[in-house]
């Protein structure tokens, strides 16, 4: 997979954290419009590999990535984790597409508050992780606290199809949900299409639903 790790601002004490599945890679900073370059027309194949527990690679991994950043037309294709994770950071994702991803799609975390515009995520019936597998999942922290900035990504026009195609559709049973919003989360979801899932949508505990 590819991991990028930026200066713009998580919400991690110290403003600083250790990016998942870099055990020798910081992230953070305090420039939410820090720029890491530009990463456009790439197809991530096969990645996602659990190195230690809890600590796996996703297809795209971005650790504070802020929004002077370019991350455009990037599909992740057969993930062993998520498809794609923003760990705090404001950069913007546009024409994506997470195809047969083993866990989420779009996963979000520990501040993230940029947008993510035009992506398509498509899952195979028989492959989930036993996690329990969603499309988008996103948490403030993983503690549900309050601290800032609050993650609170906004995603404009999305198609999920999901596993089951028909009601003859047999899924795997560590499918979840189309969108598992939780631990204070203020995520946003607009224009969006979210289909084929056991459940569509869990807004999960009373941070989460009080922002909703």
Not at 96 to 114: A, H, P
């Amino acid at each position: 997979g590819i991991i990028i790790c930026g200066k713009s601002t998580p919400n991690l004490p110290g403003g600083e954290g250790q990016i998942e599945g870099g055990p020798n890679a910081l992230y953070g900073g305090s420039d939410p419009a820090d720029n890491s370059g530009s990463l456009r027309y790439v197809r991530i194949e096969y990645a996602g590999v659990p190195f230690q527990p809890n600590q796996e690679i996703n297809g795209l991994t971005l650790g504070g990535v802020g929004s002077g950043t370019t991350i455009e037309y990037i599909q992740v294709s057969f993930g062993g984790d998520d498809a794609y994770e923003m760990f705090g950071g404001s950069v913007k994702l546009k024409n994506i597409i997470s195809y047969k991803t083993v866990d989420d799609d779009f996963d979000t975390d520990n501040g993230y508050n940029g947008k993510i515009q035009f992506a398509v995520a498509l899952r195979d019936a028989n492959i989930a992780d036993v996690s329990g597998s969603n499309s988008f999942e996103s948490d403030n922290d993983a503690n549900g606290s309050s601290n800032t900035p609050v993650t609170k990504a906004i995603f404009s026009n999305v198609s999920i199809f999901g596993p089951k195609q028909d009601t003859a559709t047999t899924v795997n049973s560590n499918f979840k949900r189309g969108a598992h919003l939780r631990r204070n989360t203020q995520t946003f979801i607009y224009n969006s299409l979210n289909s084929g899932f056991p459940v569509g949508l869990l807004v999960d505990g009373s941070g989460a639903e009080g922002n909703a």
